[in-house]
């Protein structure tokens, strides 16, 4: 597939209005991107858990108009939100060559999240997935006839051009995104990973620990731009492509040992990456780390696999096997929780995907 591919030039039926509702996951990321070309090409390949709790849920509405500007209202949790409105602005900007249906219709978004608002959560895969999905739906009702799998990848392209990492939301249980030599994959999308995947993984719980909920002190756009020129880059790149291999195997085998130990070196890989670049910054607190230690030590002293993982913020995502739920639950209300932001968590494990409603 090509950028070409998913250009559409008409449409068969000629709607006045209509209503389109999907949900769709957060996801949370083993190998990271981090990293961007222009058009929001990865620097390197990445590979993540869908998420099966953490959703945005987004309705659209849309009305017929005469085709001047893009048109929209954007509703957050039912209360009328101007702040969302640059983000989609520029996403239709991105997007109008692929649906140009979008200047002939006004559009009522109504959006929210199943997660708490203020929660340092980065909604943008979830939102802008559920959003890239309910236009594929409005396409289809103006008559395009997609095939499931076809729908699957424009919805994760489109995805992919509102924030890189929601192109990973669209399916489950595992997407990789970003050409490499070892899955199915491309730049263009994400693919569900189609190897095979160990029982040790079914159910993966993933415990969010919030310890700061308060606005992300990088943008990720900033973030991504700062892999640009940066001294480490190369090798880094390179390392992302050598983990997913190793995690391809990983997966296959059930080897929770060595899924342990590349799933927190991406982390923390990711994180020096962000402490080297110029500016440098630290988006870890000193709780972040406090967490990290007593991961640390009640994986050694029980024997667990539990493990850690980080967005770019200072959040930690707990990773464990279904069959550890009862005592990774324990530690975690009885030494963890100390460490979060008035003591909040989300637990939350590995999902299927997004959801017509
Ligand atoms: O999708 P963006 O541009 O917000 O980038 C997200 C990057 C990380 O969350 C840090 C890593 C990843 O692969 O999800």
Redesign the pocket.
Known sequence: MTEQDFILNTYNNNIEKGSVKWSSPS???L????G?KEH?IPENP?I?FTLSDCKTITEVIYTKKESKDFSFDVYFEGEKNEAFKPKIQTFFERIEMYMPFLRNYHFRIETSNTFPHSSGI?S??SG?SALALCLMSVEEDLGVDYADDYFNQKASFLARLG????C?SVEGELVV?GKNESTESSDLYGVKFEGEVHKNFKNYQDTILLVDKGEKQV???V??KLMFGHPFAKERFAQAHENLAKLKTILASGDLNEFVKVVESEALT?HAMMMTSMPYFILMKPNTLEIINKIWKFREQNNSNVCFT????ANVHVLYPENEKETVLNFIKKELTQYCQNGHYICDEIGLGANRI
């Open positions: 996801n949370i990321a190998v990271k991107y981090w961007k929001q990445s993540s980065a943008s895969a802008m924030s890189g990492s929601a990973r995104w943008s990720s756009t973030g991504h990711l980080l967005d770019a913020g």
